[in-house]
């Protein structure tokens, strides 16, 4: 855990020391790979727990093989990919180790990646999280190979896992990363109203190779699970996306574009 005001002082992470910074906390976890985190915050007790998706091994070439045949066009795409798991850690900062008698928690264990939470959240004790995962829920050896594409949205309860939501889409359809905005005159820093919002998503059809953009409504207990509320081809095919953000308020003017939807 490294303090922010210590960018301010190097040129770059490079003229960082992690190891003989004394106000750099560095504390073993086990052996994991990790791209995205889900978020971070300091409990009652001064602990920080954050949640991460994690992996026993990556490897960043396994998108070819060696010759040089593409990932989707193998028999087996996923068959050399390592399984994803959504994995809760609470760390004793002072004692600079994993928390007694609060060993690493699995939240998911559906391929999940791409967790969301509302932004104003961010740093918040957090309930939900909202990844994408596979379509189906499948018994796998998070040690061994074999996964999945996107292919559902999941609610995750960090609290009771086993209470955890899920929507599914067409086997062939997929998803992209998912975006939380808040419903109107809601606080979801409040007690109650962590989840009174929406997803918004993309949905990549490998079939028609069209691009539709849907809105669920995630307030309540199965609300997901109900499907969206709302759901639109676009006019354009969009391959997946990644990592967006919703702003109240901002909305998009067509007739600001020309004919060759070049901003005017």
Known sequence: M?????FDETSGVTGI??????????VPVQNHFNFHFGNCFEDENGNVVFDTVQTTEISLD???????ISIWDQPDPFGSVTPNTLVRYTIDVQN????TGIPPKTLSTRIPEFPSIPKEMSTRKHRYLYPVASHLQI???VNSKGS?????LQKVDTENPELTENFAFEPYEFPGEAVFATKTGKDVTQPGQEDAGYLLVH??????????FAIFDVEGKGSLEKGPIVRQKLPTFLPH???GNFFEGVTFDFDAFDSSSTLQ
């Open 241 to 243: 996306l990644l990592h």
């Open 203 to 212: 949905i990549v059809n490998g079939k028609d190779k069209t691009t539709d």
């Open 148 to 152: 999945g594409p996107a292919g559902a």
């Open 96 to 99: 600079k180790c994993i928390a």
């Open 62 to 68: 396994a998108m070819t093989d060696t010759r040089g």
């Open 139 to 141: 018994e796998l050896d």
């Open 17 to 26: 020391d992690i190891l003989e910074d004394d106000r750099i906390i560095v």
């Open 2 to 6: 490294i303090p922010r005001s210590l």
